[in-house]
């Protein structure tokens, strides 16, 4: 008797099979806060999980296209952000969602930070909520996420000046809201 194994599958031959390490590298090191950051932007844990996925999708068809990436956090960040617009875009009341959205991110992060309390954090929150959309995205970015202002800028598609003035102006309002609650 003659046992004919089959082949193994072979990688599409215009293709290259992407290298996996990098892939499961920076999904350790950045998943936990693209994640944040997507629940920030689309709201729906299901929407932020798909943001994600498309991230890191995106980065392995870089790669086997054999395109380097070559800030992996910018672009991540940059991919959730696009394709969070995207998604944005497609709905109607989309200021509605990234307003509670950032809501529930901020109430989250303030909940795990220093002893703060219940007033002082829906001060915050209602602070946040007053401001445009694109001071809260370079805010949430910049101070939430940490990333420097250069990241923030190329997440947002912006320049570095324009990243900057964004926070400047969002930490400005912030300060002027937040004046009643320290008297």
């Not at 892939?23 to 944040?36: G, N, P, S, T």
């Not at 629940?39 to 991230?55: C, M």
């Not at 952000?81 to 875009?89: D, F, G, I, Q």
């Not at 202002?149 to 309002?173: D, F, H, N, Q, Y």
Request: glycine fraction near 6%.
């Amino acid at each position: 008797m003659v046992v004919v194994s089959a082949p193994p599958p072979k990688a599409h031959p215009t293709i290259p099979a992407a290298p996996r390490e990098p892939v499961e590298e920076a999904y350790d090191r950045h998943a936990a806060a693209l994640y944040r950051y997507a629940r920030l932007l689309a709201g729906k844990g299901a929407d932020a999980e798909d943001l994600v996925q498309a991230a890191f999708v995106a980065m392995v068809k870089e790669s086997r296209l054999g395109r380097p990436i070559k800030d992996v956090r910018a672009f991540l960040y940059t991919v959730v952000h696009n394709e969070a617009m995207n998604v944005l875009r497609k709905r109607e009341l989309w200021r509605e969602k990234v307003s509670d959205s950032v809501q529930r991110f901020v109430e989250a992060r303030l909940e795990t930070g220093p002893g703060l309390d219940g007033e002082t954090v829906d001060a915050i929150n209602k602070a946040l909520a007053r401001l445009p959309l694109e001071q809260r995205e370079a805010l949430g970015l910049r101070y939430f996420e940490a990333l420097g202002m250069e990241e923030v800028a190329e997440v947002m598609g912006v320049p570095k000046a324009t990243a900057t003035s964004r926070c400047r102006l969002g930490l400005a309002k912030l300060r002027e809201y937040m004046k009643p609650h320290k008297d």
